[in-house]
């Protein structure tokens, strides 16, 4: 035990962070300054709308974080897992302070496309469009953008991230065949359910959806594993401020240093730079609006 304290004590030295912490993310700020110096700062008025488009999506019961953009048709697109586990009721978009928090009538889900659709609250303006049928393949090396809120960050601006088409592959569930285009880019958790967009262009290609990851399925399993270990000695989860987190009966979370350690790999992994991901087809997106809006609309 005393070794796995160690290599848990240098992983998280080496990452800045504390090896017991609260998932919990943190709140955009309230100010709209850095917005302002965003949009002022943007190429031009096509950048300018695919910002004013893009929020900041969190589920107040699972804690995950994503990215969600505004279509012109007033529907809000991210992916299926930033809304999984959670209703319509727990879902939330902070675009840019704290006032202007909205959240979502309605809300369906294609799990086999890793698509969702939601219905705004609130009346929302501007938005997006759909890349043409003719347009929505793009070529290799096609220069392609995405913003949103990679990782740790929570705004409250969006940030661009930029990259090139590498390729295509098929991924989906439930037999389910999903066209997936391969980006040669920089997205991170938290972009999940962004758009991809054509170089300076605002009409969406893709909804980024993941990265390739950094080791094979089976040390993923065994990280899996230890997170769900219970042997080892117990220690008191503490929130941000060193408080206990207490369970929902006034007791304080324990977790093992197994756990701590499942935590850490865990947490290398998603702030680990890969400079390849995806980003699910706009047919897919297409084919899903089409089966699903009189649903949410």
Known sequence: ??????????????????ACYAQEPEKPSTSPTA???TISAAAGPV?????K????LLCTKTQMKGTGFLLNNGLIVTNNHVVEGCTKDEMFADPWSQADVFGFTKMVTDKGRDLA???????????LELASAADQDPLIETSVETWGFPLNYNGPAPLLSVGYVAGYVKDGEDGKEVKHVV????????NS????????????????????????PFVENMIKGLSQSGSGMMHGLLDDHGNPILDEKGQPKMVSEAQIL????????????????????????RAFIKDKQSEVQ
């Open 193 to 216: 359910g962004g758009p991809l967009l054509r170089n300076k262009d605002n009409k969406v290609i893709g909804i980024v959806v993941a990265k390739v990851k950094l080791y094979p």
């Open 53 to 56: 488009s893009v929020f900041l």
């Open 117 to 127: 659709l939601l219905h705004p609250a609130k009346h929302l303006t501007g938005g």
């Open 183 to 190: 980006v040669n880019g920089a997205f991170n958790p938290g």
């Open 262 to 285: 499942a935590a850490i790999l865990d947490q290398f992994y998603k702030t680990s730079q890969v400079m390849i991901g995806e980003a699910i087809s706009v047919s897919e997106l």
């Open 35 to 37: 917005v302002e110096w």
């Open 47 to 51: 950048q300018r709308t695919a910002i």
């Open 1 to 18: 035990m005393e070794m796995l304290k160690v290599f848990a004590a240098c992983i998280a030295l080496a990452l800045g962070v504390s």
